[in-house]
């Protein structure tokens, strides 16, 4: 597995987003996924992302569990500030001082660990300001309990604010073949500019870019992506047909269509590290193959013109106040 620099923090160059084996995508089989994990850094995908609000809470213990004996092959990433009681009801976000030292100490012992490698602020809360929500980060890494901090789902004058008051090692946002805002809203602009690394979640599109779910009817009823406006029988067919223009260039280059998405934006920036979500092994290795796949100048323009920055049609969340903060 290659390597990715993300500010001082080196990871590797595809990591694993953990939500789906806990949360959202269905139901669960937490056997099937510690050995999803365990068998991630067996190949050198060692970039492992959670969140408290995976669950909720269940996915750090999950995740606690996968690395017990391997803490050392690790950079564990964590987040704090989407707010969940333990029936799984939104509380809201929460960006309190107090709230992120207990949440921090919290997460620690789930996880069953004495540091994170990189925690960040899940979603900004536009009621307190981020200098009090940083000014606690801070004191997590002066108190040794993280090491780096990051940030998710903000904006440049937020992420401005924020490394003001102690450096940002990465942004966290959603980006895609068909969620590429952080270009256009200045995000990778203030990144370049800070030395900031880039963590794009959701990189296959949630499992749409792949092209194997033909319809939302495929998924478990409980499954989350039916309420996404892109995946509702209105939009559906037509966003699809972005995935079978990747395919056919996919085809072209013995790979799949997932490959050539996670390589398109392993691409497009050199301090990006995709974590693309699984609850399967084979799909595991398919992606993380994806390093070893090469894009020419003539294929990232194919690439670029067949998914082009707006192309998606529909929201990528029901509810987007949270997001762009």
């Not at 492992?48 to 909720?56: C, E």
């Not at 940030?151 to 992420?159: D, F, G, K, V």
């Not at 499992?207 to 559906?236: C, H, K, M, Q, V």
Request: proline share 4%; net charge negative; glycine share 8%.
């Amino acid at each position: 597995m290659k390597k990715r620099n993300l500010g001082t923090l080196e990871v590797s160059a595809i990591g694993l987003g953990c939500m789906g084996m806990s949360d959202f995508y269905g139901p669960r089989n937490d056997d099937e996924s510690i050995s999803v994990i365990r068998h991630a850094l067996d190949i050198g995908v060692t970039f492992i992302d959670t969140a408290d609000m995976y669950g909720p809470f269940t996915n750090e213990i999950l995740v606690g569990k996968a690395i017990a004996g391997r803490r050392d092959e690790v950079v564990l990433a964590t987040k704090f500030g989407n707010e969940r009681a333990a029936d799984g009801s939104f509380i809201g976000v929460n960006g309190k001082a107090d709230y992120v030292r207990t949440a921090c100490d919290a997460s620690l012992k789930r996880l069953g660990v004495d540091h994170i490698d990189l925690y960040y602020q899940h979603r900004v809360d536009r009621s307190v300001p981020i200098e009090e929500t940083w000014g606690a980060m801070k004191e997590l890494v002066e108190a040794g309990k993280v090491t780096h901090l990051g940030i998710s789902e903000a904006l440049a004058p937020t992420i401005r604010k924020a490394h003001s008051v102690h450096p940002i090692t990465a942004i966290q946002s959603e980006y895609s073949l068909w969620s590429r805002d952080p270009e256009v809203n200045g995000v990778f602009e203030v990144a370049k500019e800070l030395g900031i690394g880039f963590v794009p979640y959701s990189p296959l599109g949630r499992g749409f870019l792949t092209g194997t779910i033909a319809s939302t009817n495929e998924l478990d009823a409980s499954d989350r992506r039916r309420t996404y406006p892109r995946w509702n029988d209105e939009n559906f067919d037509a966003n699809m047909k972005i995935v079978e223009k990747i395919k056919a260039i996919a085809n072209e280059k013995s790979a799949s269509a997932a490959q050539i998405a996670l390589a398109w934006t392993l691409a497009m920036n050199p301090h990006n590290a995709p974590i693309p979500g699984t609850r399967k092994i084979s799909r595991l290795d398919e992606n993380a193959a994806a390093v070893n796949i090469t894009l020419t100048a003539e294929d990232l323009s194919r690439v670029n013109e067949a998914a082009p920055v707006g192309v998606a049609i529909g929201e990528r969340y029901p509810d987007m106040s949270t997001v762009n903060a």
